[in-house]
């Protein structure tokens, strides 16, 4: 049996792959951005010292950390309108979803980071009369960032694939649109194949990078 | 060398720079500081040393409040330091104290994303909130003090221990603190590099610094230190002349001391 391709005719709907591009493009950065801040309020939080906030902080990290995201993503746009008793949009569902998802992560890769910087820095800092917090912006985050930056890119990285699970909620992202295209042409080889091309297209010249930043900062260390 | 002559001027013998009152320490149910006094006065060199462990790095973190005393006072220029960062009330805070007390360590403690010169910089620009230019001026004054003028642009991993220590005291120096407390500055250190370190500590000594010194260096400790005190099991065992204390000790535990240590 031999298969004959015909990427021809699926290639007719590239408006559709780049525009489902785009939106995974879009939902990537944004739930990136979105988790940063949550990451570094939970991070702070964390290290607070404050049980209450420590252990809220906890059991977010937990639920997310602990539970899929396809899970978290089914949950969050048909389970939770009728807790709150309003529909949710699945946009906004998606964009809630993969930014807490993604936070939880972060929150620990930055907090590990943080532990790890040497205490005698933070007592450096003090013994010059630093306060916490200037110690902490000047002296402990810039060492602690360039540390994490690392394992902040994977991670990032799993986030644009995790990003795919939108399309189970309707959000018309790559995955999404490949499956539209598969539907419009019957060509599930080549509409799939052409999504995962342009996965690797993506993310191969990022991970190439991330592994040149790493050797770059183990050199400077 | 010009800055070092202008405080010396400025010292008035007697005065009482830093004080520890009654000073306790525990860690849960270890007490290692077991009521301490110590008056430090202005141009005073004192030099503790005693047997590992028995709490001479806890009693000079103490004197910074880099560990909070579990019971007694820190007086600096004759007024109590509270527990909190900023000044309150009758209370110093502790920031305060800081800004006036600076203090060596042993592992150097630089700030490795910084080069030689922010290292000694940082503490006038952030702290006191001096002009850049001027806070420059003063580093490269230190940094030429102890002799690493030329390397102001280097980044501290690329420095020897030796060096690393000298820009730590620079460090602390451009503070221009009223007291300096050093923990074994010079433990750390390869043997060939120790005597560049305690030189430039003779040199503080000689014009005027206030210094608590936690060495191990006997001989050095003879030479430099005004008062000698032997710390042992967290009291103060032993104080006087570094000719009482180390060149001819009474005490049979201070005598075994100084005997492993001379060598
Ligand atoms: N953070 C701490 N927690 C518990 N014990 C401590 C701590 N710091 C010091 N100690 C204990 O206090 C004692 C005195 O320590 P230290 O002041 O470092 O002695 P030294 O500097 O004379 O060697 C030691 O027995 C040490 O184990
Ligand atoms: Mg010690």
Same mark, same amino acid.
């Given at each position: 049996?031999?298969?004959?391709?015909?990427?021809?005719?699926?290639?007719?709907?590239?408006?559709?792959?780049?525009?489902?591009?785009?939106?995974?493009?879009?939902?990537?950065?944004?739930?990136?951005?979105?988790?940063?801040?949550?990451?570094?309020?939970?991070?702070?939080?964390?290290?607070?010292?404050?049980?209450?906030?420590?252990?809220?902080?906890?059991?977010?990290?937990?639920?997310?950390?602990?539970?899929?995201?396809?899970?978290?993503?089914?949950?969050?746009?048909?389970?939770?309108? #009728?807790?709150?008793? &309003?529909?949710?949009? @699945?946009?906004?569902?998606?964009?809630?979803?993969? /930014?807490?998802?993604?936070? !939880? $992560?972060?929150?620990?890769i930055?907090?590990?980071a943080?532990?790890?910087?040497?205490?005698?820095?933070?007592?450096?800092?003090?013994?010059?009369?630093?306060?916490?917090?200037?110690?902490?912006?000047?002296?402990?985050?810039?060492?602690?960032m360039k540390r994490a930056l690392p394992a902040f890119i994977n991670q990032s990285v799993i986030?644009f694939?995790?990003?795919?699970?939108?399309?189970?909620?309707?959000?018309?992202? #790559?995955?999404?649109? &490949?499956?539209?295209? @598969?539907?419009?042409?019957?060509?599930?080889?080549? /509409?799939?194949?052409?999504? !995962? $091309?342009?996965?690797i297209a993506m993310l191969l010249p990022i991970t190439q990078a991330a592994d040149w930043v790493e050797r770059r900062l183990r050199v400077s260390d | 060398?010009?800055?070092?002559?202008?405080?010396?001027?400025?010292?008035?013998?007697?005065?009482?720079?830093?004080?520890?009152?009654?000073?306790?320490?525990?860690?849960?149910?270890?007490?290692?500081?077991?009521?301490?006094?110590?008056?430090?006065?202005?141009?005073?060199?004192?030099?503790?040393?005693?047997?590992?462990?028995?709490?001479?790095?806890?009693?000079?973190?103490?004197?910074?409040?880099?560990?909070?005393?579990?019971?007694?006072?820190?007086?600096?220029?004759?007024?109590?330091?509270?527990?909190?960062?900023?000044?309150?009330?009758?209370?110093?805070?502790?920031?305060?104290?800081?800004?006036?007390?600076?203090?060596?360590?042993?592992?150097?403690?630089?700030?490795?994303?910084?080069?030689?010169?922010?290292?000694?910089?940082?503490?006038?620009?952030?702290?006191?909130?001096?002009?850049?230019?001027?806070?420059?001026?003063?580093?490269?004054?230190?940094?030429?003090?102890?002799?690493?003028?030329?390397?102001?642009?280097?980044?501290?991993?690329?420095?020897?221990?030796?060096?690393?220590?000298?820009?730590?005291?620079?460090?602390?120096?451009?503070?221009?603190?009223?007291?300096?407390?050093?923990?074994?500055?010079?433990?750390?250190?390869?043997?060939?590099?120790?005597?560049?370190?305690?030189?430039?500590?003779?040199?503080?000594?000689?014009?005027?610094?206030?210094?608590?010194?936690?060495?191990?260096?006997?001989?050095?400790?003879?030479?430099?230190?005004?008062?000698?005190?032997?710390?042992?099991?967290?009291?103060?065992?032993?104080?006087?002349?570094?000719?009482?204390?180390?060149?001819?000790?009474?005490?049979?535990?201070?005598?075994?001391?100084?005997?492993?240590?001379?060598?």
């Amino acid at each position: 049996m031999t298969y004959t391709w015909d990427f021809h005719s699926v290639w007719q709907y590239w408006d559709l792959f780049l525009w489902g591009l785009w939106i995974t493009v879009v939902y990537t950065l944004g739930s990136i951005a979105f988790g940063v801040a949550i990451g570094f309020a939970t991070c702070a939080a964390r290290l607070s010292g404050s049980m209450i906030l420590i252990s809220i902080a906890r059991v977010y990290q937990e639920i997310f950390r602990c539970t899929p995201l396809l899970v978290q993503l089914l949950w969050f746009y048909y389970a939770f309108p #009728l807790l709150v008793g &309003a529909s949710i949009d @699945n946009r906004v569902a998606a964009m809630l979803t993969l /930014s807490l998802y993604v936070g !939880a $992560f972060y929150a620990e890769i930055f907090r590990g980071a943080i532990v790890s910087i040497d205490r005698g820095q933070r007592e450096a800092a003090a013994a010059i009369g630093m306060s916490p917090w200037q110690s902490m912006t000047r002296i402990i985050l810039p060492q602690a960032m360039k540390r994490a930056l690392p394992a902040f890119i994977n991670q990032s990285v799993i986030q644009f694939k995790n990003t795919s699970l939108v399309s189970v909620i309707s959000v018309a992202d #790559l995955a999404y649109m &490949a499956a539209v295209v @598969n539907g419009q042409t019957y060509r599930p080889l080549e /509409s799939y194949t052409l999504m !995962a $091309f342009l996965y690797i297209a993506m993310l191969l010249p990022i991970t190439q990078a991330a592994d040149w930043v790493e050797r770059r900062l183990r050199v400077s260390d | 060398m010009e800055r070092m002559q202008h405080m010396s001027k400025n010292t008035d013998p007697g005065e009482a720079v830093i004080e520890a009152i009654g000073l306790h320490k525990s860690y849960g149910p270890i007490e290692v500081l077991k009521g301490l006094d110590l008056k430090l006065e202005r141009g005073e060199v004192v030099a503790l040393i005693g047997p590992s462990g028995s709490g001479k790095s806890t009693f000079i973190r103490c004197l910074n409040m880099m560990e909070i005393p579990t019971d007694g006072t820190i007086r600096f220029r004759q007024k109590p330091i509270g527990k909190s960062f900023r000044d309150k009330g009758a209370h110093l805070g502790i920031g305060t104290l800081r800004r006036h007390v600076g203090m060596v360590f042993q592992h150097f403690n630089l700030f490795p994303h910084k080069t030689v010169l922010e290292n000694v910089t940082e503490g006038p620009i952030v702290v006191c909130g001096r002009p850049k230019r001027e806070a420059e001026a003063l580093a490269m004054e230190l940094l030429n003090q102890v002799g690493l003028a030329e390397k102001h642009a280097a980044y501290p991993n690329h420095l020897s221990g030796g060096q690393k220590q000298r820009v730590a005291i620079a460090r602390a120096l451009a503070m221009e603190p009223e007291v300096l407390l050093l923990d074994e500055v010079t433990s750390a250190l390869d043997p060939e590099l120790v005597g560049e370190v305690l030189a430039v500590i003779r040199n503080l000594a000689e014009n005027g610094m206030t210094m608590a010194i936690v060495t191990h260096e006997m001989a050095f400790a003879a030479d430099v230190a005004s008062r000698v005190i032997f710390l042992d099991q967290g009291v103060i065992a032993e104080t006087g002349t570094p000719e009482d204390v180390i060149l001819n000790p009474q005490n049979p535990r201070l005598q075994g001391f100084v005997a492993r240590f001379k060598g």
